[in-house]
T-cell receptor
Framework: GENVEQHPSTLSVQEGDSAVIKCTYSDSASNYFPWYKQELGKRPQLIIDIRSNVGEKKDQRIAVTLNKTAKHFSLHITETQPEDSAVYFC????????????FGTGTRLTIIP | NAGVTQTPKFRILKIGQSMTLQCTQDMNHNYMYWYRQDPGMGLKLIYYSVGAGITDKGEVPNGYNVSRSTTEDFPLRLELAAPSQTSVYFCASMVGTSYTFGSGTRLTVV
């Protein structure tokens, strides 16, 4: 089955700086890669996703890049703000998300004011 | 439209007890999932269902059972609770590529 590894497990950045979280996946058939944000005690919320036919996708301060050859994808957050502090999870699945998601182990992002 | 509703929100069980975690969605989604999230970890898939009457095992199904008699409901059953099942349980439903998670059930087995 699919295996998703995520790094780093914790990340602290100064407010206004950029944060990058990286994930690798093992199953070359995976073709859908969402990112979730989970605030303390809350449910995961989808923040951005990318499909395998796209190399990069951007939504305001958040972007995701995908390298299918290397089987890795990354989340980029620019101009970080205190409300970006949370745990971020990457995930992968095949069949464009109509199958089960395999999650990474999460990155706890702390924005230092 | 309430989305995905999970009950209870919190529960403490004694070793060997049984319980059912309820999950209901009102979005007419065919795909539903149960995940568990251990402290500081990601979500691991327990069971999933692609439609009423169809269920399948995920990554960590041992100690759990599910049923899917209707599109709306996907209950998760623990028959003999063990301390290793202490976790936060999330139910989710999906249509297209959009997952909707419930608010979670925090279960402690003592």
């Amino acid at each position: 089955g699919e295996n998703v590894e995520q790094h780093p497990s914790t990340l602290s950045v100064q407010e206004g700086d950029s944060a990058v979280i990286k994930c690798t996946y093992s199953d070359s058939a995976s073709n859908y890669f969402p990112w979730y944000k989970q605030e303390l005690g809350k449910r995961p919320q989808l923040i951005i996703d990318i499909r395998s036919n796209v190399g990069e996708k951007k939504d305001q301060r958040i972007a995701v890049t995908l390298n299918k050859t290397a089987k890795h994808f990354s989340l980029h957050i620019t101009e970080t703000q205190p409300e970006d502090s949370a745990v971020y999870f990457c995930a992968a699945s095949n069949n464009f998300g109509n199958e089960k998601l395999t999650f990474g182990t999460g990155t706890r992002l702390t924005i230092i004011p | 439209n309430a989305g995905v509703t999970q009950t209870p929100k919190f529960r403490i069980l004694k070793i060997g007890q049984s319980m059912t975690l309820q999950c209901t969605q009102d979005m007419n989604h065919n795909y539903m999932y149960w995940y568990r999230q251990d402290p500081g970890m990601g979500l691991k898939l327990i069971y999933y269902s692609v439609g009423a009457g169809i269920t399948d095992k995920g990554e960590v199904p041992n100690g759990y059972n599910v049923s899917r008699s209707t599109t709306e409901d996907f209950p998760l059953r623990l028959e003999l609770a063990a301390p290793s099942q202490t976790s936060v349980y999330f139910c989710a439903s999906m249509v297209g590529t959009s997952y909707t998670f419930g608010s979670g059930t925090r279960l402690t087995v003592v």
